[in-house]
């Protein structure tokens, strides 16, 4: 019970020094606020009003909390064992495909089969959208964050070019969209807002994520190999094959969140499904230092500031890049923090 204790409580003290990180990005903010005539007080209050001052709000902060905690888990686990995954946006955008497929598909299939149907074709594009760079990893050495990062654009641009070519729906009226998803396609939403079924599968990706590294064999061995691969390999641990598991793993996840958004939000496959959820899903797990319960702060925080950044700007005045600068500053506050503490070390 004494061992649970200190671990309980460290993972506390992990949290609350993110939260404490995060307000030191605020007070620098206000800071440069103060320094342009604007009071921060009346900003930040602006931000959480409109994020979290009506049940509309509150609600739309879940919504986007969504996808960034399933593109957050995505870039997690393979950086668990050193690796680094910059394409949940590519990821994403490759289930969103593969989902599209389905749906235009096989649209008369009954709903119990229908559905499911779906949530496996976002997963296996995902997966395949971070299998191929993790393949040039293992095969020829090509560094993954740069491959990942690279694919993104070129799954995007297939996205364009599907949705403005054989894809179109012919009554768009020249706008570039797919026919819209039959009903069968659509996931639930609850209490009367945009809250959608999307949020078990982020939670339970979470969870999964947890117990995994946790209690599981697979777990303790992909933390070994982040903590030192050279010894992992000598212990004989298939590094390889972890590398292609954790990546595709990862980038499954990735595509639910695509498959979520548009069977869910969209009702259709169009251009900028996703707002950079990929990217900053990548962004939250690097300000949780890649730990399931700050996934789930951090991706609430960033839901918070998006949401609320669209206030600041119709009552302040202040542009929507107030926001990009807070979230860009709690990133380099949380990893130069990171950084300086190895250095101690």
């Given at each position: 019970m004494?061992?649970l ?6 993972r ?12 030191l990005a ?15 007080l009346?900003?930040y209050?602006?931000?959480f ?5 009506t049940s509309y ?25 050193g ?9 994403l955008?490759a289930g969103?495909l593969?989902v ?7 649209g ?19 997966a ?7 393949l ?8 993954e ?5 690279l694919?993104?654009y070129v ?26 998803f ?10 009367g807002?945009r ?11 979470i ?12 777990g ?7 903590d030192?691969?050279?010894?992992a ?30 069977c ?8 900028g ?13 690097w ?13 609430i ?9 669209d ?14 600068i807070?979230?860009?500053l ?16």
């Amino acid at each position: 019970m004494v061992a649970l204790a200190r671990v309980i409580d460290s993972r506390v003290l992990v949290q609350l020094r993110l939260l404490g990180m995060a307000g030191l990005a605020f007070v620098v903010v206000g800071a440069f606020l103060v320094l342009f005539g604007k009071n921060p007080l009346l900003a930040y209050a602006e931000i959480f009003r409109g994020a979290l001052g009506t049940s509309y709000g509150a609600s739309e902060v879940i919504v986007r909390a969504i996808p960034l905690m399933l593109c957050a888990v995505a870039t997690a686990l393979p950086a668990r064992m050193g690796l680094v995954n910059v394409g949940p946006e590519g990821q994403l955008h490759a289930g969103a495909l593969a989902v599209t497929w389905g749906a235009l598909t096989f649209g008369a299939l009954p709903r119990p089969v229908f559905l499911p149907a779906l949530v496996a074709l976002g997963l296996l594009g995902g997966a395949i959208g971070a299998f191929v760079p993790a393949l040039l990893r293992v095969k020829v050495g090509v560094n993954e964050t740069i491959s990942t990062l690279l694919l993104n654009y070129v799954i995007v641009l297939l996205v364009e070019h599907m949705v403005r070519g054989p894809w179109k729906d012919p009554m768009s009226f020249n706008w570039p969209y797919t026919p819209e998803f039959p009903d069968a396609a659509r996931l639930s939403t609850y209490w009367g807002t945009r809250i959608h079924a999307g949020l078990w599968f982020a939670l339970a990706a979470i969870l999964l994520f947890y117990f995994t590294l946790r209690f599981t064999r697979w777990g303790y061995e992909l933390r070994v190999i982040g903590d030192n691969p050279e010894a992992a390999g000598r212990a004989g641990i298939p590094i390889g094959r972890y590398t292609l598991l954790a990546m595709s793993i990862g980038g499954a996840l990735a595509g639910l969140a695509g498959m979520a958004e548009i069977c869910a939000i969209q009702g259709r496959l169009r251009p900028g499904i996703s707002t950079g959820f990929g990217y900053t899903g990548f962004l939250v797990s690097w300000l949780a230092l890649h730990h399931p319960l700050g996934i789930v702060v951090m991706a609430i925080l960033l839901g918070v500031l998006s949401v609320g950044g669209d206030s600041i700007q119709i009552s302040l005045g202040l542009p929507y890049a107030t926001v990009n600068i807070i979230t860009s500053l709690i990133f380099f506050i949380v990893l130069g923090s990171r950084f300086r503490r190895r250095a101690t070390a």
